[in-house]
């Protein structure tokens, strides 16, 4: 079983930056690929980006050049860096998992940018 927890959410001004956190425990395989998905209120959860286990990120156009992600292999821990954010970015951020086919959640974590 895994479990993921995140941290790290708040309350921003449009332009500021956050950082979030998500760690994993539990059985891990080595490849497994972390990543981050967003929901706004009223929309769809959708991707933010993801890295696979050698740390190369993929990212949403839409964040591309504000957000990074990076790893921490020797943690289980997986980082969003969110940088220049607009309140459109505002959104219930999940951390995810992805090992033998099989998806993990974590709680999420509240990220609301105010103009």
Known sequence: QVQLVESGGGSVQAGG????????????????????YRQAPGKERTLVGHI?????????????????ISRDSTKNTVYLHM??????DTAVYYCQLRQYGTEYWGQGTQVTVSS
């Open 17 to 36: 930056s956050l950082r979030l956190s998500c760690a994993a425990s539990g059985s891990i395989f080595r490849f497994a690929v972390m990543g981050w």
């Open 52 to 68: 696979n286990s050698g740390g190369v990120p993929d990212y949403f156009s839409g964040v591309k050049g504000r957000f990074i």
């Open 83 to 88: 940088n220049a954010l607009k309140p459109e």
